[in-house]
């Protein structure tokens, strides 16, 4: 069994580009989230992915966007990067479901935006 | 909305000494509340959720619902505990279960 994996570990980007950040689900699970942590803040919900359909969102813009591959693996998007988007970018993977399933969180992608 | 508050970004400790780690929320269902750590280096991790009112590490965290707290606590402080300690509310959207963070406490224990 194999933990959540995130690619690349970090990247610079400037400002008005777009960025794409990959995510490989542990085995055996079929939902996805993705957060966002700004320096000295927790982890804020970005969107969640379940059987490739997005089915929650957090208070973010359309600007940030995803995809959930039948594999289960993701991909977050984000277009016209603002300074602001330079965070950690972490993914987590369970069991989708009504109920609360454990997330297991990938070692995060690190994005600097300048 | 949920609110995760955790009032201290740092708490500082010799080993062997009790640990309180606070956490207040406010949420108007029924909370789910978890503490999540990271080590040094490593990623984040379930260190424990209250339905299980299992005892991880040493640690305990009790819901308190009249004081909205889910605060952790360790009688005695090892060097190893030191580590970054996020408190967090699950809530169920009505298609998605998200985490909602607080701002977390780094843990230092000294000798």
Request: hydrophobic share 30%.
């Amino acid at each position: 069994e194999t933990g959540v994996t995130q690619s690349p570990t970090h990247l610079i980007k400037t400002r008005g580009q777009q960025v794409t950040l990959r995510c490989s689900s542990q085995s055996g699970h079929n939902t996805v989230s993705w957060y966002q942590q700004a320096l000295g803040q927790g982890p804020q919900f970005i969107f969640q992915y379940y059987r490739e359909e997005e089915n929650g969102r957090g208070n973010f813009p359309p600007r940030f966007s995803g995809l959930q591959f039948p594999n289960y693996s993701s991909e977050l998007n984000v277009n016209a990067l603002e300074l602001d988007d330079s965070a950690l970018y972490l993914c987590a993977s369970s069991l989708g479901g009504r109920t609360y399933n454990e997330q297991f969180f990938g070692p995060g992608t690190r994005l600097t935006v300048l | 909305a949920q609110r995760v508050t955790q009032p201290e970004k740092l708490l500082s400790v010799f080993k062997g000494a009790p640990v309180e780690l606070k956490c207040n929320y406010s949420y108007s269902g029924s909370p789910e509340l978890f503490w999540y750590v990271q080590y040094s280096r490593q990623r984040l991790q379930l260190l424990l959720r209250h339905i299980s009112r299992e005892s991880i590490k040493g640690f305990t965290a009790d819901l308190n619902k009249g004081e909205t707290s889910f605060h952790l606590k360790k009688p005695f402080a090892q060097e190893e505990d030191s580590a970054m300690y996020y408190c967090a509310l699950s809530a169920y959207t009505g298609t998605a279960s998200k985490l909602t963070f607080g701002t977390g406490t780094r843990l230092q224990v000294t000798l």
